[in-house]
């Protein structure tokens, strides 16, 4: 797992008309294009050229490092294995055999199609949802659900999870570190404890960090109720979208439904 | 490297984008929604604005447990996934809502699992682990939390059926997404099987250690365990000789399931006769395409019986659990 | 032990114009432990009170008495002449500053903006009262242009510093903070001094840094198993010796 956002941290505080572009219309968009992708058939190269061009654009628009989105896109990669899977699914012309024991594997150039179609989509939504973490502060993500409707528990669950997440990581890297240095291992002796022993190990890792997180949240409710906090959860309220933002956000599902629909059609 | 590539394979349950269709992505988007609005339902009306703090930092907690790890075998490591753990310790519906929120950051910060598949992802990890966790672990406790080695075997059984059925639900949406269900259920099974093993070792040890340490926090599940439980920690030992038990049988189901799946050459024929994935493809609009309806054949049988397989055994300990519990009951009186 | 709510108070007696006034407080935790046994303590307004005394006397719990997050099992805790109960809890809430000692418990929000705002917005006051007393809070701290950064990247100096604005924008009269100091560097604890020695309101400040007690705080409390052992002049209490050794503290 990807645990650092560093990455992506450098961009977000940069200016460009894409970062200034209001974090709702923006996580619109970028489900539009997501979703835009998932419609399109397999196969259709015009279309998926169209589309990363169309991102990559955007993408080199906002001042984002083009090289570093397509490199952290392949964080999805290693579930195209089961894409693989694509390439012997299809009725058509053979292109290679593989014999595994008692079974033959055929793979086809139908599956080939398929399975660089699935890779491609894969690779592409990844870079759309990339490019909204690096022009996009979360907490305006967070807030954009909340206009969009999500309920207000799970926005303020959001929020606090995403405050508190790099102090238990932290928690646990010191856990993981004292570990670390006390794991010594003597030259020409197989390291010691079973796997039991290394499991209740990291159970009582697990077991501490939950214990501390528990107390640690009493502590922050015993902080809120001292500055007023009743049970409701309250916040500004934010302003509508303007009509400039509502026709960007519509022009831009209007082009992504058409690509969809043309690829589709022919 | 090459073993962090490895580990994103064997977790391999964070479905990215591009690989569900859009019917399958829309119809568990339609499921986790309903299920998360109980969830919200639930906990604001029993548990009050104590709730929102505990919840919000106990998910921050399931993000940070998920990176303690232990090594296993040949550069893999277990690792926790956490859904049953957090059901059995906050409550279904508080554990929901915990996992929701730690796998919609996942996806929206990190990118791991994509944003129209977070329906499925939060539906497989989220949901299905806290109900299989809390749902099965509970009855077993009331049995079985009482002796000595019940908890460990409980908290073990239950977070490894809830992590086969994270791969049970995951394999059918890859496979009413198109992709041959002969390659990915015994795929998804049999790595889950060996992956399983490391979330319940892990959760039997967290739960241990919290119900040793605060029973006090833990009341519901304290009081299902029992005194002698609340006192002995569950050791190194009895871990390792649930390893041992749960590495058997393991390895027998995945020895025994190609068998189980009665099409030992299903790979072949599946290359072979199934046009009907291009049809698919054509009908997007269809939740269940064409294809699962003509024949039980190739890919449905195999679907049908890991689901059979693994409702027969949720069904078995059920049962058990409920006859050794009449029997209790039974004696005491 | 001690009947566990509300006793019957004197409060015939009127209470004084005092900022803040503990009368005969006790405080037995659910378990049986007495942390409190029988506090006296009157703060006048704008006076800078340090509580002083080994781990374990009582110090954090006397604090969470005056805002109500703990009731007294026995006793009485007033601010401006309003009794602590369930009824005035909001008022007094406004009136009484809480800051705890961990920054990461305090900063419960994603921005520091949306911290500082917390209070203000649940006083009610409309969003542009919010964003004025947000940036005014802020300002008073020197930490204006950190709206928008996350807890998280900051040092522990300026998180020290945010936390206290968070109480500063609900616009208190006392202001009760628990170790301050702990953890600062040596320049960002200067900071602080200079930032208490600064603000108007009065003060109760559970610190173990006698150097602190000696930069800012005229007087002194000394809590020893939940009981007052002394209290007056810091300046007195520093230089008695034997005071000191006796309750574990430090000379500055």
């Known amino acids: 797992m990807t645990l650092s956002t560093d990455a992506l941290d450098r961009f977000v505080d940069r200016s460009s008309p894409i970062h200034a572009l209001d974090a709702r219309v923006k996580f619109l968009l970028t489900i539009g294009f997501v979703l835009a992708l998932a419609f399109m058939p397999f196969g259709e190269w015009a279309a998926m050229a169209i589309m990363a061009a169309l991102l990559w654009g955007i993408v080199a628009w906002s001042q984002v490092g083009l090289l570093t989105i397509i490199k952290r896109a392949f964080v999805a990669l290693p579930f195209a294995l089961v894409a693989v899977s694509l390439l012997f699914s299809r009725p058509g012309e053979p292109l290679f055999s593989l014999a595994l024991g008692p079974l033959t594997l055929t793979a086809t150039t139908a599956g080939l199609v398929a399975f660089i179609s699935v890779v491609l989509k894969s690779w592409l939504s990844v870079q759309a949802a990339l490019t909204l973490v690096a022009t996009t502060h979360f907490i305006d993500l967070i807030q954009a659900l909340r206009a969009l409707r999500l309920p207000a528990v799970l926005v303020a669950l959001l929020a606090f999870a995403y405050r508190y997440l790099f102090v238990l990581i932290e928690e646990a890297q010191r856990m993981l570190r004292a570990r670390a240095v006390r794991s010594a291992v003597l030259p020409g002796q197989r390291s010691g404890g079973g796997i039991g022993w290394r499991a209740a190990v990291v159970g009582q890792m697990v077991g501490t960090l939950f214990l501390r997180s528990y107390e640690r949240s009493e502590r922050i409710y015993v902080a809120m109720l001292s500055r007023g906090y009743t049970g409701e959860f309250r ?3 934010r302003r509508s979208l303007t009509a400039g933002e509502e026709g960007i956000l519509a022009i831009g599902l209007a082009l992504l439904a058409s690509i969809t629909f043309l690829a589709v059609m022919f | 490297m090459m073993s962090a590539f490895l580990e994103q394979i064997a977790v391999g ?9 859009v019917p399958v992505s829309i119809a ?3 499921l986790t929604i309903a ?15 104590r709730q929102i703090p505990l919840m919000g930092v106990m998910a921050a907690f399931i993000f940070a447990a998920q990176m303690l790890n232990f090594p296993v075998l040949g550069g893999t490591s277990g690792h926790l996934l956490g859904g049953a753990l957090a059901a059995l310790l906050l409550g279904p519906w508080a554990g929901i809502l915990v996992m929701t929120v730690v796998l919609a950051l996942q996806a929206l910060l990190f990118q791991d699992g994509g944003l129209l598949a977070m329906g499925a992802n939060i539906f497989n990890m989220g949901v299905a682990t806290a109900l299989v966790g809390y749902g099965m672990g509970m009855p077993l406790l009331r049995v079985f939390g009482g002796r000595p080695w019940g908890l460990a075997l409980v908290g073990f059984v239950v977070a490894w059926a809830s992590v086969m059925a994270a791969a049970v639900l995951t394999s059918i949406q890859l496979v009413l997404s198109g992709v041959p269900a002969a390659i990915v259920f015994p795929l998804m099974l049999f790595v889950h099987t060996f992956i399983g093993i490391g979330e319940g070792l892990i959760t039997l040890a967290a739960l241990s250690f919290v119900i040793t340490t605060r029973p006090d926090i833990v009341s519901s599940l304290a009081a299902v365990v029992g005194p002698e439980g609340l006192q002995r920690r569950v050791g190194g030992g009895t871990i390792g000789t649930v390893t041992l038990v749960g590495m058997a049988f393991a390895i027998g189901a995945a020895l025994i399931s190609p068998f189980a799946s009665g099409d030992p050459d299903g790979l072949e024929r599946v290359a072979e006769d199934q046009g009907f994935l291009e049809r698919a493809q054509d009908a997007p609009f269809n939740i269940l395409p064409d294809y699962t309806i003509p024949g039980i054949d190739g890919g449905l049988s195999t679907i049908l019986a890991g689901v059979i397989g693994l409702l027969i055994v949720f069904a078995l300990i059920y049962g058990i659990s409920q006859m050794l519990r009449a029997r209790a009951e039974a004696a005491e009186r | 032990m001690t009947t566990p709510t509300q006793m019957k108070t004197p409060l015939s007696t009127a209470l004084s114009a005092a900022a803040l006034e503990l009368r005969d407080l006790h405080y037995t935790y659910p378990d049986g432990t007495a942390a409190l046994c029988g506090i006296n303590l009157a703060i006048a307004p704008g006076e800078k009170v340090a509580l002083v005394g080994p781990n374990g006397a009582g110090k954090s719990t006397l604090l969470l008495h005056l805002n109500g997050v703990l009731r007294p099992s026995r006793g009485m805790v007033a601010v401006g002449g309003m009794v602590v109960a369930e009824r005035t809890l909001a008022g007094i809430r406004a009136r009484v500053g809480m800051v705890f000692q961990d920054p990461d418990d305090q900063l419960f929000s994603p921005t520091v903006f949306d911290d500082v705002a917390f209070g203000p917005i649940h006083m009610g006051f409309d969003a542009a009262e919010v964003a004025r007393r947000v940036a005014a809070a802020l300002e008073q701290v020197d930490m204006r242009g950190f709206e928008r950064r996350m807890p998280h990247h900051m040092s522990v100096g300026q998180r020290k510093r945010v936390a206290i604005a968070t109480v500063l924008s609900m616009q208190p009269e006392i202001l009760a903070l628990d170790e ?7 320049r960002a604890r200067r900071g602080l001094v200079g930032l208490l020695q600064q603000l108007p309101q009065a003060m109760i400040v559970s610190t173990h840094d006698m150097r602190l007690v000696r930069d800012v705080f005229p007087r002194m409390v000394v809590l020893a198993q939940g ?9 007195d209490l520093l230089t008695d010796t034997a005071l000191l050794e006796e309750y574990g503290l430090e000379a500055p």
């Open chain 3, 180 to 186: 301050p100091s702990a953890g600062l560097d040596p």
């Open chain 2, 13 to 21: 349950l964070h479905i990215p984008d591009g690989f569900l269709s």
């Open chain 1, 235 to 237: 916040t500004i309220v």
């Open chain 3, 227 to 235: 009981r007052i052992a002394a209290d007056g002049r810091s300046a």
């Open chain 2, 28 to 30: 568990w988007w339609v």
């Open chain 2, 35 to 49: 299920s998360v609005a109980i969830a919200v339902r639930r906990t604001s009306g029993a548990l009050h604005e």
